[in-house]
């Protein structure tokens, strides 16, 4: 799955889209997503001149939005409904990410019901494990002004 098929699933934009390409996918089961981590990416202005590290709660974000896509893919009308990230449990950082890294993203379902997920999910950089947490979800109506 490109980006074009991506944000057709999920509403996020530039510049907090924060996957490019979907590699793996199993219905409501389990997901790999890939992050490609550049230095024009408009948070190392500040996150750290001369030393860039990619902020660790980007990564969480970015494991949050694969398993998004993942879940969100099987609602029929999601046009009217959004999936919000409710919660984080057991995160750890296991190394800084920086420009050039690419984040394969693997998140998988261990509960999903009546719109409320409860996901693990882990980021590697290669081999290397970089960042995991145990993720929640819930959805819930769009909300129209």
């Known amino acids: 799955m490109d980006i074009n098929e991506i944000q057709q699933i999920i509403p996020h934009r530039y510049p907090m889209l924060l996957i490019d390409r979907i590699v793996e996918l199993e219905p409501l089961k389990r997901i790999v997503a890939l992050k490609n981590v550049t230095i024009n990416e408009q948070v190392f202005q500040g996150h750290f001149p001369g030393a860039p590290v990619f902020p660790g709660v980007y990564i969480i974000e970015a494991m949050a939005q694969a398993g998004a896509v993942l879940l ?12 919000f990230f409710t919660g ?3 995160a ?3 190394r800084p990410v920086v420009p050039g890294d690419q984040l394969r993203l693997e998140v998988t379902v261990l509960k999903y019901k009546l719109g ?3 996901l ?3 980021a590697y950089v290669g081999d290397q494990l970089v960042a995991e947490a145990l993720l929640s979800s819930a959805l819930a109506d769009k909300h129209k002004k």
């Open 88 to 90: 984080i449990e057991e």
């Open 116 to 118: 409320y997920a409860k």
């Open 72 to 83: 969100f893919r099987e609602v029929p009308d999601r046009e009217n409904k959004l999936m």
């Open 92 to 94: 750890r950082f296991r």
């Open 120 to 122: 693990t999910a882990k």
